[in-house]
């Protein structure tokens, strides 16, 4: 029996000790696993990055944000985009000044669903040659803490050298993150891919811009440029300067944009940004850009003597009409051409281009009598994959129709200054429209004004603003937008068409 006993002991105690140490060795392992969590969760919290400026640019308290965004919001008109929204512009100052043209750009993503969003925001802080994506972690702000899209960023950086890894440029960096509020309100969750640029040259631009194209290929990803324009000019000379970055915005011409930056013909401190994200929106498809909403500081507090300019503008992609301009309607009236007038007429502009482009001079030309000898005004419009490259013209009729389209078509092409001169092999994909205006007539009252059927030209002192009928259709806006607008072209405040001394003229077209 002892023996009996002292076997079953001898088996039983090898078991249990067995036993206590696989217990012993699963709490251990527990203890790595929840310490490793423990470490990793640190790691997570210090990997995201706080907010900066929360609490001066942008409220700090999430309920008090929330509200400030969502009344932005609400006082700005969702605008018709052609096709798929591709990139937007926004402006980065404290939300009292610039807020409501931001909310211009991200009223019209609101609802969308996007795979990531990509942001583009200069630099003020630390020197960057380049760009530098934050690919760690998170971005946080009072409304949450947004995923970084990791694979994306990883994939950025191997596109281009030019773009790497410096969080410090991220630390303290405004720019981008008062995008990110706006982005929460309109969009919900989504993963965020930030880059921080700190070159301006067109060169590195366009590398950087077309790695983005590369590397969000296949991918429904939103770009956001976010920039403001001219510091602290008088209201009037800030919004001349302001004018020519919006005309080349709306022009969608990135090298255009980036010149007239470089020669201090007009200002943005975000310029590197927007012309990265009309770089990558071009390699993505997109045919059409629109300047949403334009002020400067001066519109909002009243002090005109030292202003910022801000202006919100989106980029899509409309393929249902390649090679014409998105949404181009017939507008006008008719001045009785014949369409063998017309073709003429289309002969003489074509054969102005292509004899300039030669070097030669004009070729002689022989008009029987007929419309084409008339004394009218005329534009000529040249347009390339669905955007303007060029619209010069005549007002006064003083000379003969024929005459005028022959030297605005080759001013059109060569002499317009907001695009660099055409090229022999921009020829073939060159859409010409020619525009033979009625003469001016006065302007008593505006509601005479018929959108769709005058055009508008728009006078005040030295500052002249013209805009074809055409024009408002295309837009879609209403008189008064029409008014501002041209107030805006002649470099005037939008709301100069109300001031004495202000001169308000409507004509009407043949368009063809």
């Known amino acids: 029996m002892r023996n009996i006993f002292r076997t079953r002991v001898n088996w039983f105690f090898p078991f249990i000790l067995a036993i206590a140490g696989s217990w012993v060795l699963l709490a251990s392992a527990n203890c790595q696993e929840r310490g490793r969590a423990k470490e990793e969760g640190k790691a997570m919290k210090e990997d995201v990055r706080k907010p900066a400026v929360a609490g001066s640019f942008y409220p700090g308290d999430s309920k008090t944000l929330s509200r400030q965004v969502r009344e932005f919001l609400s006082k700005a008109a969702k605008e018709e985009v052609p096709g798929e929204i591709v990139g937007l512009v926004s402006p980065h100052a404290g939300y009292m000044y610039s807020g409501l043209v931001a909310a211009h750009a991200f009223k019209t993503v609101e609802g969308m669903k996007f795979d990531a969003v990509v942001i583009l925001a200069p630099s003020h802080r630390v020197p960057v040659q380049g760009a530098s994506v934050y690919d760690r972690g998170g971005y946080e702000t009072p409304l949450g803490v947004l995923p970084i899209e990791k694979d994306l960023c990883q994939k950025l950086k191997s596109e281009s050298s030019l773009i790497e890894s410096l969080p410090q440029a991220h630390s303290h960096e405004h720019s981008l993150e008062v995008q990110l509020p706006f982005l929460q309100e309109v969009l919900g969750k989504f993963t965020l891919v930030p880059l921080i640029i700190g070159s301006q040259d067109y060169r590195s631009c366009e590398t950087i811009g077309k790695a983005i194209a ?52 007009g200002e943005a401190c ?39 300019g801000y202006a919100a503008a989106v980029f899509s992609r409309n393929s249902g009409s390649p090679g014409k301009e998105p949404d181009r309607k017939k507008t006008g009236i008719s001045l009785g051409l014949t369409e063998e007038e017309k073709k003429t007429l289309r002969q003489i502009a074509q054969s102005a281009i292509e004899r300039r482009l030669k070097g030669e001079k004009p070729s002689r030309i022989d008009i029987a009598a007929g419309h084409l000898k008339e004394n009218r005004g005329a534009f000529v419009s040249l347009h ?30 060569f002499d317009d200054t907001r695009f660099s001169p055409l090229s022999a092999s921009e020829l073939k994909d060159l859409d010409l429209e020619i525009s033979v205006l009625t003469p001016l007539q006065r302007v008593d009252e505006v509601k005479e004004i018929k959108v769709g059927k005058h055009g508008l030209y728009i006078k005040k002192g030295f500052y002249t603003g013209l805009l074809l009928p055409q024009v408002a259709t295309e837009y879609k806006w209403d008189r008064v937008t029409f008014l501002e607008e041209t107030c805006r072209k002649a470099g005037l405040p939008k709301n100069a068409w109300k001031e004495k001394g202000t001169e308000i003229y409507m004509f009407s077209a043949d368009i063809f």
Not at 289 to 297: D, E, Q, T
């Open 214 to 265: 590369r590397a969000v290929k296949g991918k429904k990803v939103l770009l956001v440029a976010s920039t403001d324009l001219s510091h602290y000019h008088p209201y009037d000379r800030a919004v001349q300067l302001d004018k020519i970055i919006l005309d080349d915005i709306q022009a969608f011409d990135a090298q255009k944009l980036s010149r007239d930056l470089e020669a201090g013909k």
């Open 384 to 413: 390339r994959h669905g955007q303007l490259r060029g619209c010069i013209g005549a007002i006064q009729p003083n000379r003969p129709l024929y005459q005028v389209v022959e030297e605005m078509a080759a001013a059109a092409a």
């Open 270 to 308: 975000g310029g590197g940004p927007v012309v990265a994200v009309m770089v990558a929106a071009k390699e993505l498809g997109a045919n059409h850009a629109k300047i949403l909403k334009y002020l400067n500081s001066g519109d909002v507090t009243g002090d005109r003597s030292g202003v910022v």
